[in-house]
């Protein structure tokens, strides 16, 4: 069965760096998109962009744009999301969620989210 | 980037009850709206694609419609497994967004 599995929660400190990881199974990992959406707590979701699995190739929402970096490591069938320069606005439930390459397919499988706190 | 404003915010209703969600895009993204289900604690669970494509799993008294910047999601008879807050989200555009979320809370 499909599984998104991610890694534990993690307690940084601001300026610091997140590296998020989400290990995939039960379906070919390089046929689909991992994106990842992250929810600070009480609040809604916000899209932080994506990666092919197969390429490589990245897209990241503009508000993200040099703070953040996807990569995978398809030996693993595992994707990571780094976040860097940390701030206390943050601090959230960092989710993966794959999307298949081909069709209008939105994202069908999620992880268990992972909680990043931010605090001094 | 495409803003989606979903109404109402929270919606009161009973087991039963016919519910509709209303999502308005800033601008056309023809068919390509998600809606999505939360529960607390919970990650999100995809209800629909491509507006009114209904996902595999997922009962049928959920139904999506709409195209251009008007969409709505449908129940057609509220169960006590529904209560949840829900999400649009687009993905016409690389820069996906998401609605604020709709609650539905018992009445």
């Known amino acids: 069965q499909v599984q998104l599995v991610q890694s534990g929660p993690d307690l940084k400190r601001p300026g610091a760096s997140v590296k998020v990881s989400c290990e995939a199974s039960g379906f070919t990992f390089t046929e689909y998109y991992m994106h990842w959406v992250r929810q600070a707590p009480g609040q809604g979701l916000e899209w932080m962009g994506w990666?092919?699995?197969?390429?490589?190739?990245?897209n990241y929402a503009q508000r993200f744009q040099g703070r953040v970096t996807m990569t995978r490591d398809t030996s693993l069938s595992t994707a990571y999301m780094d976040l860097r320069r940390l701030r206390s606005d943050d601090t959230a439930i960092y989710y993966c969620a794959r999307k298949y390459v081909e069709g209008g397919y939105s994202l069908d499988y999620w992880g268990q989210g992972n909680l990043v706190t931010v605090s001094s | 980037d495409i803003q989606l404003t979903q109404s109402p915010s929270t919606l009161s209703a009973s087991v039963g009850d016919r519910v509709i969600i209303t999502c308005r895009a800033s601008?056309?993204?023809?068919?390509?709206l998600a809606w999505f289900q939360q529960k607390p604690g919970k990650a999100p669970k995809l209800l629909m694609y491509k507006a009114s494509s209904l996902e595999s799993g997922v009962p049928s008294r959920f139904s999506g419609s709409g195209s251009g910047t008007e969409f709505t999601l449908t129940i057609s008879s509220l169960q006590p497994d529904d209560f949840a807050t829900y999400y649009c989200q687009q993905y016409s555009s690389y820069e996906w967004t998401f609605g604020q979320g709709t609650k539905v809370e018992i009445k």
């Open positions: 601008q056309s993204i023809n068919i390509w």
């Open positions: 990666i092919n699995l197969n390429t490589g190739d990245t």
